[in-house]
């Protein structure tokens, strides 16, 4: 579960909705009717017959059509992955009826950061050889916050994080063999992702010096050149037709847009306490210290040398572009006045680069091994079965804190219990996740018609057929110190127990009937 769901899946439904069938409301589907899903499942496993299930989403509100989102609906982030994910509910769960109404729409960035997992294993074995290749994709695919973003993160920053990594490799691919067409797909990738959040923006202070770099030593042709100024606009052209709230008044609207990113980049939620020399913020370097897989932390560190090497020895451009890859998005969150919240979910396009120097480190410790092992006719094989082991203890620990892995710290930091002790902000932070597990607590023992409240998040932050009908949601029904007999759910992270004075009669007085622990 996740709790900004809520803000996205609504509108990514009023909008395809309009693009399917022209209708501004959901008059044409049929009635929704309230029924109980079994959460501990992705398949259909309800309280009333498949048959019987309407074919109809629980986010195609009748409170929010397209015409509400036309009306009322504020800036924020673009809408296409809101959309993207919409459709894979309308195929698996409304038509094919193989997922249940939530989880239909995780497919979409199971999906997207599947193929991202493959691409970033083809882009390497092509750059650096196939062992290089497999320590990256471990690298990606084993990195905690990945891992379990994959799962119920589809509205931002993992289609973000894909769509960045499709529009390089398509942007690298076109560059090298001087292929329009590649150049072409890199434009709808930069739409793509540029409909999904703003970083993608940023990319350009990636590829002008990696341009440059190129380019001092290659030539172009006309058909190219072309491509390349018609991309850009490609890109541009499917960010404005995906946003129908554009529409009626684009230079106003895309101003608020971006309003909205500097408020939340620059203005608000500054970590003073992280300020470093000239103002610079260490808030995002330390989280990523702190929650990186000590093996990925050191195979990249070795990296990102031999990458520096490459570059001034054999003018290596493609390790140029890894490197600024990942370091772009990590400075530009650290530049004096700048800030971030919430660890670095909001700039994740790092990972992928950061996985793919991890590849290139492991290939250059093997290298080294082999020569030693040479020298003393040790099996080579053995080499890279010993390297690859090395991810093999993480890999238990993530397993046995599954499906929490996004609150994962490392052991630079003593875990997430040594997080806790330094007050690092958002420890602990699940964004919503954890509730999963607490409905399917309530739905096997909480007593017959009992009431359920969440501390201090809003009620649509659980969907409503996760839980048994006879079950009532209503935060109405808080009864604090009274102890009505409601039962009340919430998340432990840095700072819930100062946010009211239910957080801290909760953790004062009252013991738990159910706690998930981590770590």
Not at 60 to 87: C, K, N
Not at 287 to 292: L, S
Request: proline fraction near 5%.
């Amino acid at each position: 579960i996740n709790w900004d769901t809520i803000n996205h899946l609504p509108r990514g439904q009023a909008y395809l909705h309009y693009f399917l069938t022209g209708k501004q409301d959901f008059s044409d589907l049929p009635t929704f009717k309230p029924y109980f899903q079994k959460p501990d499942t992705i398949f259909i496993s309800s309280d009333i017959p498949k048959e019987k299930i309407p074919r109809r989403s629980m986010y195609q509100s009748d409170g929010t059509t397209f015409t509400w989102f036309m009306e009322y609906a504020r800036s924020g982030h673009p809408p296409v992955s809101d959309i993207l994910a919409s459709v894979f509910n309308v195929i698996f769960f409304q038509q094919l009826r193989l997922f249940n109404d939530i989880d239909s729409y995780r497919v979409y960035s199971i999906v997207l950061s599947s193929v991202l997992i493959g691409l970033v294993f083809y882009w390497v074995s092509k750059v650096y050889g196939r062992f290089a290749g497999f320590i990256a994709c471990l690298s990606l695919g084993l990195y905690p916050l990945f891992w379990s973003e994959a799962h119920f993160n589809n509205e931002k920053d993992i289609p973000e994080t894909a769509f960045f990594t499709f529009f390089l490799f398509s942007f690298w691919k076109g560059i090298l063999l001087t292929n329009w067409k590649w150049i072409l797909a890199s434009g709808i990738f930069f739409g793509l992702a540029l409909g999904t959040k703003f970083n993608i923006l940023f990319s350009i202070f990636m590829i002008l010096p990696w341009l440059l770099f190129y380019f001092l030593n290659n030539k172009s042709n006309l058909k190219f050149s072309i491509a390349l100024f018609f991309a850009p606009i490609l890109g541009f052209t499917i960010f404005f037709g995906s946003w129908p709230y554009l529409w009626a008044d684009p230079i106003g609207r895309i101003g608020k847009v971006i309003n909205f990113y500097k408020t939340i980049g620059i203005t608000e939620n500054k970590n003073l306490e992280f300020l470093g020399p000239f103002g610079i913020n260490t808030y995002p370097i330390e989280w990523i210290m702190y929650t990186t897989l000590l093996v990925i932390l050191l195979l990249a560190t070795i990296g990102i040398i031999s990458a520096l090497f490459r570059i001034k020895k054999d003018h290596d451009n493609i390790s140029l572009l890894f490197l600024l890859w990942l370091f772009i998005p990590i400075i530009r969150v650290s530049l004096p006045g700048a800030t971030i919240y919430g660890g670095i979910r909001q700039i994740m396009e790092y990972m992928p680069a950061l996985a793919i120097l991890a590849g290139l480190g492991g290939l250059e410790v093997r290298n080294a091994l082999l020569v030693l092992a040479s020298k003393i006719s040790f099996p080579k094989i053995i080499i890279s079965i010993l390297i690859i082991l090395t991810f093999l203890p993480i890999t238990i620990k993530l397993i046995q804190i599954h499906p929490n892995e996004n609150v994962y710290f490392n052991q630079l930091i003593g875990g997430l219990s040594g997080a806790k002790e330094r007050d690092i902000p958002f420890w602990g932070n699940s964004f919503g996740a954890a509730y999963r597990q607490g409905v399917e607590w309530l739905n096997k023992n909480a007593e017959k018609n009992s009431e359920v409240v969440l501390v201090f998040e809003h009620h649509p932050n659980i969907p409503l057929i996760f839980l048994r009908t006879d079950l009532e949601l209503q935060n109405k029904n808080r009864s604090g110190y009274l102890r009505l007999g409601e039962y009340a759910m919430t998340l432990t992270y840095q700072g819930s127990e100062n946010r009211s004075y239910f957080d801290m009669y909760l953790n004062r007085l009252v013991n738990p009937v159910y706690e998930v622990n981590v770590d």
